[in-house]
Structures are given as C-alpha cells and as structure tokens.
Nanobody
Framework: QVQLVESGGGLVQTGGSLRLSCAASGRTFSRYAMGWFRQAPGKEREFVGA????????YYADSVKGRFTISRDNLKNTVYLQMNSLKPEDTAVYYC??????????????????WGQGTQVTVSS
C-alpha cells in the first residue's frame, strides 16, 4: 500500500513558476514509477508526465514539454513537478500517482495503482 500526498499548489501569474511535491509513504517507493496528471474543471483527467523508478527516464505530454520537469528523490520518498512558464490553460487540480509497472509508456490512468488527493494550481492571466 502506498499513500501519496501532494503539496505546493497555489495561485501564480502567467509566466510564473511553481514546484509541486508528492510525498509517499512506505519503504518501497523506489519500486514505483510515478506520474503526474491534472484535471481542469469540466475536463477529463489527463497525463502530464512520468518518471521511472530509478529516475533515469522521464516523459511528458506535448503540452508541457520544455516547461515542466519531473524529478524524484528516493531517499526522501518524494517526487517533484517543477512547472515553469505557466499558462492559464495549466490551471487544474494536479495529482500524483504510483504504478508498479516496469514496462510500457505509462501515460494511461488505469496503469496507476495509487493516487493522491490532488493540489490546486491556478494561473491568472
């Protein structure tokens, strides 16, 4: 069982930056690939980015590529989402998720076993 708690959301102006954190419980954090997803009002939850268990590979949605960076610290059981050059369309609730899968491109919601409660990010224009 893995419990995930996101933090770091807030209100920021267009062009600003935020860093989200996702703290995981348990001693097996390093076994899990981690993903970030977001859900805007009236829209489906969508993939933002993911990082494999070792941190050696990351991939991103085209909409955030070049602006967002995922990293992880397995000693601190934490994964981060650094968001730069934020746009109003980035406004959403951001969720982190964990999956025990080791293969495949982990961009689909059903691939993830555990989810956090989400943190709100609002980008003002």
């Amino acid at each position: 069982q893995v419990q995930l708690v996101e933090s770091g959301g807030g209100l920021v102006q267009t062009g600003g930056s935020l860093r989200l954190s996702c703290a995981a419980s348990g001693r097996t954090f390093s076994r899990y690939a981690m993903g970030w997803f977001r859900q805007a009002p009236g829209k489906e939850r969508e993939f933002v980015g993911a990082i494999i268990w070792s941190g050696g590979l990351t991939y991103y949605a085209d909409s955030v590529k070049g602006r967002f960076t995922i990293s992880r610290d397995n000693l601190k059981n934490t994964v981060y989402l650094q968001m730069n050059s934020l746009k109003p369309e980035d406004t959403a609730v951001y969720y982190c998720a964990a999956t025990a899968l080791r293969a495949g491109v982990l961009i689909m919601l059903p691939q993830y076993d555990y989810w956090g409660q989400g943190t709100q990010v609002t980008v003002s224009s």
